[in-house]
Each structure stands twice: as C-alpha cells, then as structure tokens.
C-alpha cells in the first residue's frame, strides 16, 4: 500500500507538470526529468486508471475530460501535500503561498483597510484570493483555506475559532425621518424604505428584540448594494434606513447626518467566526492571517 501511495503521488506530480508545462519536452526541460521517462510514467499512469487523460500529436497536447478532472484533482492533493510539509517542518518559518479565503462583500469591506491592507505588507511571501461571492463555498471541495462567516458551524467536520462580535444598529437621516416618521417600533419598518446588504437567503428581513426574544421583521428594499460604505452615504443622502455595523456610520453619526432608531428593539450583535477545513488552521498563512483578524476585533470592540 505505501509504495502505491507513493508511485500514485509521482504519477500526479508528473501529469501536472507534464499539462503545466503544455507538453513533454517543455516539462521535462523544466523538471529535470528524460522525456521518456515521463511520457513512460504518464502511459502506466493511464494503463493503470484504464482512461485516456492526454490526447498526444506530433503539434499539440489536449486534455481529455478525464484529464481535466484529474488534472484539477492532482493540483489539489499536489499542494495539500506541500502544505502538510510545510506545517510538518517548520510552523515557525515565514507564511508564504496563497491564502484562499471566503467572506462576504460587506465582511470584506469591513476588513480590508484594518487587516488584508496589512497582513499583505506584513508578509510579502503570501499571495490573498478573496471570494466574495453571496454563495457559500465548500472549503474542503474548492480548495479553501478559510472562512469568515457571521454564524456557527454547520458543518461538523470543519473546525472554528471566534474572532468577535459585530455590533450595530438601525440607523436613519433626520432629513428621512422628517419626511416618513420616526419608527417607534419594530412592525414600523414594514412601512419604510430600507437599505440592504443582500445575503445568501430571500426575503430580506431584520433581525429585533421583542419581549426578550429575537423577532425576524421582513423589510421592503428600495436599493440594495454589497458595501456598507456605500450604504451608510446612501443613508445619510436619505433614501432609507439602514441596519449596520457602528464601524461604518460613526462618522456620519458624528457629524449628525445620521441617528440611530429603534435601539431599544436592536438586537445583540453577532458573532464572527473564522471557518477552517481540518488542518487548516496549522498553516503559517493562514494562521497568522486569523491571528491579525482576532488582535483587530479586540481592538475595535464595541465599535464595530
């Protein structure tokens, strides 16, 4: 058994540097390897699975269906391999690689000045793909690394660490309010205009506290943007009213372009969690990255 694991991940690191390279002469100029030796390694490789991967002629190299899922699948295994060494042999050696993490757009916003802004000049070896897709990606399937998501796990097999609490409130202009009423409770923003930050799920409603108990109350969107920062000005121009992180309005609220509604109703605010696949969490990149999401949320406890 270990020496077809180990002929298994020769065959895959020889494939991928084979369709990497975009042919046998190139790959093996590039790996060091005889071009027979490769082109015996991937003929055994297709001989043993029983399915053509490489469709060969004298000009071109094609992939087959086959191999373009193989292909994707050797890239996976091929750099979760390195990355088990990696963690392996040196957890204290600088992050490098790409870091591959999923949020949403009005996560990201909140984030990207106070932490990706910085963890980037921190460590120049680390390369940063951020998903902000509304669609909940499956780490381990898609190959990512992390996740920042405002709730608990769903999934059993992954694993969580809390970075804080996003608190906030309802948040209108007094040049709105003048105009349509101030809401005096939470049924009342049925009748108004509201400013949303889509998500995964339809409708859209907001959450309260009613007699103790958290209350979902459905809202009627008149514009609907993926960034706070655009929302809290559209608010503050009076289109609407808002439900936010206090990070983004606090300097309209200083300026008094906005007040706060309905905060006896506001719920608590919600916790963040980084989201990792099993092991995740060990690797240098994406460590360090969560460690600088917790220190940031510490730090801006209360105004977030």
């Known amino acids: 058994m270990e020496y077809q694991l180990g002929r298994s991940l020769e065959e895959l690191a020889t494939f991928a540097s084979v369709v990497d390279a975009s042919g046998f002469s190139a790959a093996s100029r590039a790996t060091g390897a005889r071009k027979a030796t490769l082109t015996h390694r991937i003929q055994q490789l297709e001989r043993r699975l029983g399915v053509t991967l490489l469709v060969r002629t004298?000009?071109?190299?094609?992939?087959?269906?086959?191999?373009?899922?193989?292909?994707?699948?050797?890239?996976?295994?091929?750099?979760?391999?390195?990355?088990?060494e990696a963690v392996a042999l040196s957890a204290k050696a600088e992050p490098s690689g790409t870091l591959r993490v999923t949020t949403s757009a009005a996560l990201a916003g909140l984030l990207l000045e106070g932490v990706v802004v910085q963890f980037l000049r921190r460590y120049p070896r680390?390369?940063?793909?951020?998903?902000?897709?509304v669609r909940r990606l499956d780490l381990v399937r898609e190959g990512v690394d992390l996740a920042i998501r405002p709730a608990p796990l769903s999934d059993s097999s992954l694993v969580a660490r809390k970075l804080g609490v996003l608190t906030g409130g309802y948040y209108g202009s007094p040049r709105y309010l003048e105009k349509r009423g101030m809401p005096s409770r939470p049924e009342d923003v049925r009748e108004h205009?509201?400013?949303?930050?889509?998500?995964?799920?339809?409708?859209?409603?907001?959450?309260?506290?009613?007699?103790?108990?958290?209350?979902?109350?459905p809202v009627r969107s008149r514009?609907?943007?993926?960034?706070?920062?655009?929302?809290?000005?559209?608010?503050?121009?009076?289109?609407?009213?808002?439900?936010?992180?206090?990070?983004?309005?606090?300097?309209?609220?200083?300026?008094?372009?906005?007040?706060?509604?309905?905060?006896?109703?506001?719920a608590p605010g919600g916790e963040i969690y980084a989201v990792f696949p099993p092991g995740g969490a060990l690797l240098p990149r994406a460590r360090v990255f969560v460690d600088m999401l917790a220190s940031w949320f510490e730090d801006n406890a209360g105004n977030t």
């Open 223 to 266: 514009l609907s943007v993926t960034s706070f920062e655009l929302a809290a000005r559209a608010t503050a121009a009076g289109l609407g009213l808002l439900r936010s992180p206090s990070y983004f309005v606090r300097p309209f609220l200083a300026k008094r372009q906005l007040v706060q509604v309905l905060s006896d109703w506001t």
């Open 193 to 217: 205009d509201a400013i949303v930050i889509p998500g995964a799920t339809e409708p859209m409603e907001w959450p309260f506290l009613v007699g103790g108990r958290k209350r979902m109350i």
């Open 58 to 84: 004298t000009r071109s190299l094609r992939l087959t269906d086959e191999g373009r899922a193989y292909y994707e699948q050797a890239k996976r295994a091929l750099d979760a391999a390195r990355d088990a």
């Open 126 to 133: 680390v390369s940063l793909v951020l998903d902000t897709s």
